[in-house]
């Protein structure tokens, strides 16, 4: 990435994940081009969305049915809508920390342009409180949205037993589970759901899906789907003039099947998790105090020391490390998040994240004894606060 004076970054912002594919992937670039040939604008269904759809379902078979969208915001708000009219229930539960789309945020002290959805705020990760208020409101409680690692807050990844948690306890109580994967679904082939082994009831997907591309994508269990047949009397209604459109089912499905295969995928997975770990051990091995939450090609550079589980772990001052390794990475040649995210994405070489480690071992060399000390810093606020 070259900037207008002429300084040229790795590109570790990579779109907040959407950039998953680059900038100009020659596959998707063509699939583009062909789909341009063929006409834009048609309406009706085209070529290219049922392919597309059979190909998500085979990566994620959570999905048994699956109806295409303009965002992962929109993904979202469908399925919750859909739990709401299939569970007959009203009440959502949703964790600190979480964003599900840009009227659906949960940051602490909230966020006062929140759809208004009856939500029950929880703790990620935190098993006794999830089960006591999916018991406590089992009546009118039609789902539970969770991110398999939650995102905004700074990439902490949900524990397996979490999700076993939320499985096992939303069955007994006739909610939904509903997986928001519009990000981590680039985690290996079939996304955190295949590495967890969980079957949530309802997925969402974006960001990459359209290959750079505005879409997204919501499905599920077919009984739950099945509402949305248009030749069943009295079905669900889900217009939207841009749902289908064909620039965006062209290159998900040129992306999807010819470039982020499954194997490709695995393979991506483990060699973004390779730098993650090589990070770490490069911040342990001097004894400096950073975590790198997260996990494959999605993490966060925090201040360490402390476990962090869920999004009030998450202090400022944490946040600030983040945003001083980015300021010392463009001084350096490489770009990530302001908050302190990495994203990685298919085009990336050994050589790009050599770069990465070789500029964040400059990091760690000129601040280490000014992180070591904010981290006692941090800790001390902390046990204040818990006090
Ligand atoms: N869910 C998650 C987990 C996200 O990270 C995002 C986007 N940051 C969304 C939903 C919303 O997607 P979009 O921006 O496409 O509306």
């Known amino acids: 990435m070259t900037d207008l004076d002429g300084h040229t970054y790795v590109d570790f912002v990579g779109e907040f994940s959407a950039g998953l594919y680059g900038h100009s992937d020659p596959v998707i670039r063509q699939a583009i081009i062909d789909a341009l040939d063929g006409g834009t604008v048609l ?3 085209n070529q290219y969305e049922a392919r597309f759809a059979q190909a998500l379902k085979l990566r994620f078979p959570s999905m048994e049915l699956l109806r295409f969208c303009n965002s992962g ?13 299939v569970t007959k229930r009203r009440k959502i539960m949703v964790f600190e920390g979480a964003y599900h789309g840009g009227t659906m945020v949960f940051p602490a002290g909230g966020n006062p342009l929140n759809l208004p959805f ?23 409680l039609a789902a539970v949205i969770v991110e398999p690692i939650l995102g905004a807050a700074g990439n902490l990844p949900g524990r397996d037993e979490f999700f076993a948690t939320l499985r096992r306890e939303t069955q007994s109580a006739g909610s939904l589970l509903i997986f928001d994967e519009v990000k ?14 969980i079957t949530p009831d309802m997925t969402t997907l974006g960001k990459y899906l359209g290959g750079g591309l505005p879409g997204g994508a919501f499905g599920g269990r077919a009984d739950i789907m099945e509402h949305y047949n248009p030749y069943k009397p009295g079905s669900l209604r889900h217009a939207g003039t841009f749902n289908n459109n064909v620039c965006t ?9 010819n470039v982020f295969t499954p194997q490709r995928a695995d393979a991506f997975h483990d060699e973004s998790e390779k730098l993650r770990l090589e990070l770490q051990a490069l911040t342990d091995a001097r004894s400096v105090p950073l975590s790198f939450e997260g996990l494959g090609s999605l993490f966060t550079l925090h201040l360490g020391g402390t476990p962090l589980l869920h999004a009030a772990d998450v202090t400022p001052l944490s946040r600030q490390v983040g945003l001083l390794f980015h300021m010392h990475g463009l001084l350096n040649g490489i770009a990530i998040a302001g908050r302190g995210d990495f994203y990685q ?6 050589a790009h994240r050599d770069k990465a480690k070789a500029v964040f071992a400059s990091f760690v060399s000129e601040y280490g004894d000014m992180i070591s000390r ?11 606060m818990a006090i």
């Open 73 to 85: 915001t929109e993904a979202n708000i469908f399925a919750l809508l859909t739990a709401q009219y």
């Open 184 to 197: 981590t679904s680039r985690c290996g082939a079939s996304g955190m759901q295949g590495r967890f082994g």
């Open 345 to 350: 994405s298919l085009p990336m070489t050994q």
């Open 374 to 384: 904010l981290a006692e810093q941090n800790s001390t606020t902390r046990r204040t």
């Open 249 to 257: 089912m062209a290159a998900g499905l040129a992306g999807l099947t």
């Open 43 to 45: 309406a009706g269904p």
């Open 118 to 140: 009856d939500f029950i705020l929880a703790t990620y990760n935190d098993c006794d409180e999830s089960t006591r208020l999916i018991r406590e409101n089992q009546t009118d």
